[in-house]
Protein backbone atom coordinates (compact mmCIF):
# COMPACT_ATOMS: atom_id res chain seq x y z
CA UNK A 1 0.00 0.00 0.00
CA UNK A 2 1.17 3.15 -0.58
CA UNK A 3 2.19 5.27 1.98
CA UNK A 4 0.02 8.24 2.42
CA UNK A 5 1.92 12.02 2.41
CA UNK A 6 1.56 13.91 5.16
CA UNK A 7 1.88 17.97 5.03
CA UNK A 8 3.08 20.41 8.20
CA UNK A 9 -0.26 21.48 9.21
CA UNK A 10 -1.40 18.01 9.40
CA UNK A 11 1.92 16.81 11.66
CA UNK A 12 1.28 19.85 13.72
CA UNK A 13 -2.04 18.97 14.52
CA UNK A 14 -1.55 15.60 15.00
CA UNK A 15 1.30 16.47 17.87
CA UNK A 16 -0.93 18.87 19.41
CA UNK A 17 -3.21 15.48 20.50
CA UNK A 18 -0.46 13.56 21.65
CA UNK A 19 -0.42 13.80 25.80
CA UNK A 20 1.90 16.30 27.32
CA UNK A 21 4.85 14.43 29.27
CA UNK A 22 5.60 16.53 32.71
CA UNK A 23 8.11 16.31 35.12
CA UNK A 24 6.50 17.05 38.32
CA UNK A 25 9.51 17.09 40.79
CA UNK A 26 10.76 20.05 42.65
CA UNK A 27 13.61 21.45 41.83
CA UNK A 28 15.13 20.32 45.73
CA UNK A 29 13.85 16.87 44.68
CA UNK A 30 16.46 17.07 41.87
CA UNK A 31 18.90 18.67 43.23
CA UNK A 32 18.89 16.23 46.12
CA UNK A 33 18.52 13.37 43.49
CA UNK A 34 22.11 14.15 41.77
CA UNK A 35 23.95 15.00 44.81
CA UNK A 36 22.78 11.54 46.38
CA UNK A 37 23.73 9.98 42.91
CA UNK A 38 27.73 11.79 43.41
CA UNK A 39 27.73 10.97 46.88
CA UNK A 40 27.90 7.06 45.87
CA UNK A 41 30.64 8.30 42.68
CA UNK A 42 28.55 6.29 39.84
CA UNK A 43 28.26 8.43 37.08
CA UNK A 44 24.26 7.79 35.64
CA UNK A 45 23.91 6.43 32.28
CA UNK A 46 22.95 8.95 29.82
CA UNK A 47 20.92 6.47 27.83
CA UNK A 48 18.61 6.11 31.28
CA UNK A 49 16.32 9.06 31.00
CA UNK A 50 15.62 9.05 27.57
CA UNK A 51 14.62 5.32 27.12
CA UNK A 52 12.39 5.82 30.73
CA UNK A 53 10.24 9.16 28.94
CA UNK A 54 10.70 7.38 24.90
CA UNK A 55 9.09 3.76 26.68
CA UNK A 56 6.19 5.79 28.51
CA UNK A 57 5.79 8.05 25.79
CA UNK A 58 5.21 4.84 23.42
CA UNK A 59 3.11 3.54 26.27
CA UNK A 60 0.65 6.62 26.03
CA UNK A 61 0.69 6.71 22.60
CA UNK A 62 -0.34 2.89 22.21
CA UNK A 63 -3.09 3.26 24.41
CA UNK A 64 -4.69 6.56 22.25
CA UNK A 65 -4.00 5.50 19.05
CA UNK A 66 -6.92 3.96 18.43
CA UNK A 67 -9.19 7.00 19.08
CA UNK A 68 -6.78 9.51 17.81
CA UNK A 69 -6.26 7.43 14.27
CA UNK A 70 -9.38 5.63 13.71
CA UNK A 71 -9.66 5.32 9.82
CA UNK A 72 -6.32 6.08 9.17
CA UNK A 73 -4.13 3.74 7.37
CA UNK A 74 -1.44 1.41 8.89
CA UNK A 75 0.80 2.67 6.89
CA UNK A 76 0.05 6.21 8.54
CA UNK A 77 -0.25 4.53 12.12
CA UNK A 78 4.14 3.90 11.12
CA UNK A 79 4.79 7.23 10.22
CA UNK A 80 3.00 8.38 13.42
CA UNK A 81 5.05 6.64 15.42
CA UNK A 82 7.94 7.41 14.08
CA UNK A 83 7.31 11.02 14.80
CA UNK A 84 6.05 10.69 17.73
CA UNK A 85 9.42 9.04 18.57
CA UNK A 86 10.90 11.65 17.32
CA UNK A 87 9.11 14.05 19.74
CA UNK A 88 9.37 12.03 22.44
CA UNK A 89 13.66 12.34 21.96
CA UNK A 90 13.40 15.87 21.46
CA UNK A 91 11.28 16.33 24.80
CA UNK A 92 13.77 13.52 26.80
CA UNK A 93 17.00 16.01 25.10
CA UNK A 94 14.66 18.77 26.79
CA UNK A 95 14.79 17.49 29.83
CA UNK A 96 18.06 16.58 29.96
CA UNK A 97 19.38 19.81 28.77
CA UNK A 98 17.39 21.17 31.73
CA UNK A 99 19.15 18.91 34.13
CA UNK A 100 22.72 20.79 34.58
CA UNK A 101 20.18 24.06 35.44
CA UNK A 102 19.33 22.93 38.36
CA UNK A 103 22.25 24.02 40.33
CA UNK A 104 21.72 27.24 38.78
CA UNK A 105 18.27 27.28 40.62
CA UNK A 106 19.62 26.24 43.75
CA UNK A 107 22.01 29.22 43.65
CA UNK A 108 19.63 31.46 43.02
CA UNK A 109 17.54 30.22 45.85
CA UNK A 110 20.86 30.70 48.24
CA UNK A 111 20.84 34.21 46.82
CA UNK A 112 17.48 35.11 47.50
CA UNK A 113 17.95 33.72 50.97
CA UNK A 114 21.16 35.91 51.66
CA UNK A 115 19.00 39.08 50.07
CA UNK A 116 15.86 38.05 52.30
CA UNK A 117 17.91 37.72 55.53
CA UNK A 118 19.90 41.21 54.59
CA UNK A 119 16.37 42.57 54.28
CA UNK A 120 15.32 41.15 57.07
CA UNK A 121 18.27 42.49 59.45
CA UNK A 122 17.62 45.43 58.06
CA UNK A 123 14.18 45.70 58.67
CA UNK A 124 15.40 44.83 62.37
CA UNK A 125 17.63 47.34 62.79
CA UNK A 126 15.25 50.28 61.40
CA UNK A 127 13.08 48.44 63.85
CA UNK A 128 15.62 49.26 66.56
CA UNK A 129 16.46 52.74 65.74
CA UNK A 130 12.34 53.71 65.41
CA UNK A 131 12.41 52.15 69.47
CA UNK A 132 15.07 54.37 70.10
CA UNK A 133 13.82 57.65 68.83
CA UNK A 134 10.02 56.94 70.30
CA UNK A 135 11.93 56.05 73.88
CA UNK A 136 13.47 59.16 73.75
CA UNK A 137 10.69 61.12 72.62
CA UNK A 138 8.02 59.03 75.89
CA UNK A 139 11.24 59.32 78.25
CA UNK A 140 12.71 62.67 77.27
CA UNK A 141 16.46 61.71 77.54
CA UNK A 142 18.64 63.53 79.07
CA UNK A 143 21.89 64.16 81.20
CA UNK A 144 21.21 67.34 82.50
CA UNK A 145 18.79 69.99 84.31
CA UNK A 146 18.24 73.37 83.00
CA UNK A 147 17.66 76.40 85.28
CA UNK A 148 14.01 76.48 85.20
CA UNK A 149 14.25 72.87 87.38
CA UNK A 150 16.64 74.86 89.64
CA UNK A 151 14.36 75.27 92.65
CA UNK A 152 13.20 71.70 93.06
CA UNK A 153 16.71 69.75 92.60
CA UNK A 154 19.56 70.09 94.81
CA UNK A 155 23.48 68.61 93.27
CA UNK A 156 25.53 66.19 95.69
CA UNK A 157 29.61 65.30 94.74
CA UNK A 158 30.01 61.53 95.31
CA UNK A 159 32.92 59.73 94.71
CA UNK A 160 33.28 56.72 92.73
CA UNK A 161 34.42 53.35 94.03
CA UNK A 162 38.14 53.95 93.41
CA UNK A 163 38.66 57.39 94.83
CA UNK A 164 39.56 58.89 91.45
CA UNK A 165 36.67 60.87 89.95
CA UNK A 166 33.91 63.51 92.01
CA UNK A 167 30.66 62.63 89.93
CA UNK A 168 28.04 65.41 90.41
CA UNK A 169 24.42 63.90 90.73
CA UNK A 170 21.35 65.71 90.64
CA UNK A 171 18.55 64.91 92.83
CA UNK A 172 15.28 65.76 91.63
CA UNK A 173 11.59 66.13 93.92
CA UNK A 174 10.99 66.80 97.77
CA UNK A 175 11.58 70.18 97.21
CA UNK A 176 9.92 70.96 100.41
CA UNK A 177 13.66 70.98 102.24
CA UNK A 178 16.08 73.24 102.46
CA UNK A 179 18.63 72.37 100.32
CA UNK A 180 21.56 71.41 103.09
CA UNK A 181 18.81 69.38 104.86
CA UNK A 182 18.60 66.94 101.25
CA UNK A 183 21.92 67.42 101.14
CA UNK A 184 22.48 66.16 104.35
CA UNK A 185 19.94 63.39 103.86
CA UNK A 186 21.13 61.74 101.02
CA UNK A 187 22.04 58.05 101.38
CA UNK A 188 24.30 56.53 98.52
CA UNK A 189 23.89 53.09 99.21
CA UNK A 190 20.42 53.39 98.06
CA UNK A 191 21.53 54.38 94.30
CA UNK A 192 24.24 51.87 94.70
CA UNK A 193 22.15 49.64 91.56
CA UNK A 194 21.75 52.85 89.68
CA UNK A 195 25.31 54.68 89.46
CA UNK A 196 27.34 51.71 91.07
CA UNK A 197 29.21 52.08 94.66
CA UNK A 198 29.72 55.69 95.49
CA UNK A 199 30.34 57.55 98.96
CA UNK A 200 29.84 61.20 99.82
CA UNK A 201 32.50 62.99 101.55
CA UNK A 202 30.52 65.03 103.32
CA UNK A 203 28.92 62.56 105.47
CA UNK A 204 30.28 62.61 108.52
CA UNK A 205 29.67 66.78 109.23
CA UNK A 206 26.97 69.15 109.80
CA UNK A 207 26.30 71.59 107.41
CA UNK A 208 24.69 75.13 108.19
CA UNK A 209 23.93 78.42 106.64
CA UNK A 210 23.70 81.96 107.84
CA UNK A 211 22.72 85.31 106.08
CA UNK A 212 24.94 85.34 103.26
CA UNK A 213 23.44 82.86 100.91
CA UNK A 214 26.93 82.67 99.07
CA UNK A 215 28.50 80.50 102.15
CA UNK A 216 28.24 77.50 103.94
CA UNK A 217 29.43 76.48 106.82
CA UNK A 218 30.80 72.36 107.38
CA UNK A 219 31.63 71.25 110.62
CA UNK A 220 33.57 68.39 110.65
CA UNK A 221 33.07 65.54 112.89
CA UNK A 222 36.41 63.75 113.31
CA UNK A 223 38.75 64.69 115.08
CA UNK A 224 41.76 62.72 113.47
CA UNK A 225 41.30 65.28 110.49
CA UNK A 226 41.87 64.17 107.00
CA UNK A 227 45.49 62.36 106.79
CA UNK A 228 45.63 60.87 103.18
CA UNK A 229 46.35 62.87 100.58
CA UNK A 230 43.64 61.06 98.16
CA UNK A 231 40.75 61.69 101.07
CA UNK A 232 41.83 65.36 101.33
CA UNK A 233 41.37 66.00 97.30
CA UNK A 234 37.89 64.04 97.20
CA UNK A 235 36.92 65.89 100.28
CA UNK A 236 37.56 69.17 98.56
CA UNK A 237 36.18 68.64 95.17
CA UNK A 238 32.99 67.35 97.05
CA UNK A 239 32.71 70.68 98.69
CA UNK A 240 33.24 72.13 94.56
CA UNK A 241 30.74 69.91 93.03
CA UNK A 242 28.19 70.03 95.72
CA UNK A 243 28.02 73.73 96.49
CA UNK A 244 28.89 75.54 93.74
CA UNK A 245 25.83 74.68 91.65
CA UNK A 246 23.72 76.66 93.85
CA UNK A 247 25.76 79.52 94.19
CA UNK A 248 27.52 79.18 96.87
CA UNK A 249 31.24 80.39 96.57
CA UNK A 250 32.91 80.36 99.68
CA UNK A 251 32.79 77.07 102.19
CA UNK A 252 33.63 78.12 106.08
CA UNK A 253 35.43 74.75 107.84
CA UNK A 254 35.64 73.45 111.22
CA UNK A 255 36.39 70.36 113.39
CA UNK A 256 33.81 70.08 116.29
CA UNK A 257 33.21 73.36 116.37
CA UNK A 258 36.76 74.25 116.45
CA UNK A 259 37.70 76.32 113.58
CA UNK A 260 39.72 74.59 110.50
CA UNK A 261 40.13 70.86 109.48
CA UNK A 262 43.21 69.58 109.39
CA UNK A 263 44.62 67.54 106.22
CA UNK A 264 47.36 65.69 105.83
CA UNK A 265 49.21 67.89 103.21
CA UNK A 266 47.76 71.48 103.68
CA UNK A 267 47.49 71.43 107.29
CA UNK A 268 44.79 73.39 109.30
CA UNK A 269 42.53 74.55 106.30
CA UNK A 270 39.77 77.31 107.64
CA UNK A 271 38.05 78.12 104.23
CA UNK A 272 37.98 77.04 100.97
CA UNK A 273 36.92 79.18 97.96
CA UNK A 274 34.21 77.94 95.30
CA UNK A 275 34.72 79.18 91.75
CA UNK A 276 32.04 78.84 89.63
CA UNK A 277 33.81 78.54 86.32
CA UNK A 278 36.51 76.14 86.43
CA UNK A 279 37.53 75.34 82.82
CA UNK A 280 36.69 71.44 82.85
CA UNK A 281 35.52 69.05 80.13
CA UNK A 282 32.89 66.63 80.94
CA UNK A 283 33.67 62.72 80.20
CA UNK A 284 31.90 59.45 80.63
CA UNK A 285 31.66 57.49 84.06
CA UNK A 286 29.87 54.18 83.66
CA UNK A 287 31.00 51.69 87.08
CA UNK A 288 29.90 49.12 84.62
CA UNK A 289 27.27 48.14 82.02
CA UNK A 290 24.21 47.49 84.40
CA UNK A 291 24.67 51.32 85.75
CA UNK A 292 23.96 54.79 84.34
CA UNK A 293 26.04 56.41 82.26
CA UNK A 294 27.06 59.86 84.08
CA UNK A 295 28.67 62.87 82.99
CA UNK A 296 31.59 63.62 84.90
CA UNK A 297 34.25 66.57 85.02
CA UNK A 298 37.86 66.01 84.14
CA UNK A 299 40.31 65.88 87.30
CA UNK A 300 41.98 69.21 86.23
CA UNK A 301 41.53 71.73 84.59
CA UNK A 302 42.29 72.83 81.13
CA UNK A 303 43.72 75.67 79.23
CA UNK A 304 40.56 76.62 76.59
CA UNK A 305 37.71 74.77 74.63
CA UNK A 306 40.06 73.26 72.21
CA UNK A 307 42.21 71.67 74.80
CA UNK A 308 38.64 70.52 76.08
CA UNK A 309 37.25 68.87 73.08
CA UNK A 310 40.50 67.02 72.28
CA UNK A 311 40.51 65.60 75.63
CA UNK A 312 36.63 64.62 75.22
CA UNK A 313 37.89 62.60 72.06
CA UNK A 314 40.27 60.86 73.95
CA UNK A 315 38.80 59.86 77.12
CA UNK A 316 40.81 58.96 80.49
CA UNK A 317 41.13 55.66 80.89
CA UNK A 318 43.77 55.80 83.81
CA UNK A 319 40.65 57.46 85.59
CA UNK A 320 37.67 55.16 83.78
CA UNK A 321 36.50 58.03 82.03
CA UNK A 322 35.78 56.98 78.31
CA UNK A 323 35.42 59.61 75.44
CA UNK A 324 32.23 62.01 75.04
CA UNK A 325 32.90 62.92 71.89
CA UNK A 326 33.65 60.03 69.05
CA UNK A 327 37.47 60.68 67.51
CA UNK A 328 36.97 61.10 63.76
CA UNK A 329 34.13 63.91 64.18
CA UNK A 330 35.55 67.12 63.25
CA UNK A 331 34.70 70.63 65.59
CA UNK A 332 35.33 73.81 64.74
CA UNK A 333 34.67 76.77 67.61
CA UNK A 334 34.27 79.84 67.39
CA UNK A 335 33.78 82.38 70.34
CA UNK A 336 31.39 85.26 70.35
CA UNK A 337 31.20 87.17 73.93
CA UNK A 338 28.87 85.18 75.80
CA UNK A 339 28.04 82.51 72.76
CA UNK A 340 30.36 79.73 71.53
CA UNK A 341 29.92 78.46 68.34
CA UNK A 342 30.80 74.64 67.38
CA UNK A 343 30.50 74.00 63.89
CA UNK A 344 30.44 70.08 62.86
CA UNK A 345 32.56 69.21 59.46
CA UNK A 346 29.50 68.14 56.78
CA UNK A 347 30.46 64.56 56.84
CA UNK A 348 29.90 64.76 60.26
CA UNK A 349 25.93 63.26 60.44
CA UNK A 350 24.74 63.89 64.34
CA UNK A 351 21.19 61.57 64.54
CA UNK A 352 18.48 61.97 67.50
CA UNK A 353 20.02 58.97 69.71
CA UNK A 354 21.60 58.78 72.99
CA UNK A 355 25.25 58.75 71.71
CA UNK A 356 24.37 62.55 70.22
CA UNK A 357 22.47 63.23 73.42
CA UNK A 358 25.90 62.98 75.67
CA UNK A 359 28.04 64.83 73.20
CA UNK A 360 25.82 68.39 72.87
CA UNK A 361 25.02 67.90 76.79
CA UNK A 362 28.87 67.00 77.75
CA UNK A 363 29.82 69.95 75.33
CA UNK A 364 27.05 72.29 77.15
CA UNK A 365 28.64 71.53 80.43
CA UNK A 366 31.72 72.08 79.19
CA UNK A 367 30.77 75.50 77.76
CA UNK A 368 29.89 76.34 81.08
CA UNK A 369 32.04 75.28 82.43
CA UNK A 370 34.57 77.85 80.36
CA UNK A 371 31.69 80.92 81.17
CA UNK A 372 29.88 80.85 78.34
CA UNK A 373 25.64 81.28 78.22
CA UNK A 374 24.56 79.92 75.32
CA UNK A 375 25.90 77.24 72.61
CA UNK A 376 25.00 77.52 68.43
CA UNK A 377 25.34 74.15 67.19
CA UNK A 378 26.23 74.07 63.40
CA UNK A 379 25.98 71.72 61.12
CA UNK A 380 23.38 69.21 62.33
CA UNK A 381 20.41 68.06 59.72
CA UNK A 382 17.90 67.27 62.48
CA UNK A 383 16.16 69.93 64.36
CA UNK A 384 16.11 68.48 68.01
CA UNK A 385 18.48 66.14 69.19
CA UNK A 386 17.16 64.65 72.64
CA UNK A 387 15.01 67.56 74.38
CA UNK A 388 17.56 70.15 72.83
CA UNK A 389 16.29 72.42 69.98
CA UNK A 390 19.60 72.57 67.98
CA UNK A 391 17.70 75.21 65.66
CA UNK A 392 18.74 78.15 67.54
CA UNK A 393 21.11 79.01 70.18
CA UNK A 394 20.97 76.85 73.95
CA UNK A 395 21.00 77.76 77.08
CA UNK A 396 24.04 75.81 79.08
CA UNK A 397 22.62 73.35 81.64
CA UNK A 398 22.01 74.48 85.77
CA UNK A 399 23.25 71.23 86.47
CA UNK A 400 24.23 67.18 85.53
CA UNK A 401 22.99 64.11 85.95
CA UNK A 402 19.40 63.95 87.05
CA UNK A 403 18.57 61.29 89.30
CA UNK A 404 15.03 60.39 91.25
Known sequence: MKKREWNEEQVEQLLQQLPSVKDKRTADQIYHQIQLKQSVKKRTKTWIAPAIATVATLMIFAIMTPYIFNGFTSSSEESSMDMATTSSEETSKRETAKA?????????????????????????????????????????????????????????????????????????GNNSKENLDRILEFIPEDFFDELGPVSFELRNSELSSKEDPGEVYIDYKDEGGITSSSAEVMFKETIQETFRWIGVKKANLSTNGNEGILFGNTGLVTEIDIPQIRNKAYLIYQHDESTKKLLVPSPQPLKNMIEAIDLMKNGLPAYNLSPSIENN?????????????????????IENNEQSIMMLEALLLTAKD???????????????????????????????????
Do not use: C, H, R
Open 100 to 172: PEVPEVEENNINESVLIEDQNENVALDIENMEEKILLDEEKITYVTYAIDSEEVVTVGLTDEMAQNVIPVTLQ
Open 329 to 349: IMINVIEKENQLNIEFDNNTK
Open 370 to 404: FGYKTVKFNGISEEKIGVMDVTNPIEVPYSPNPIK
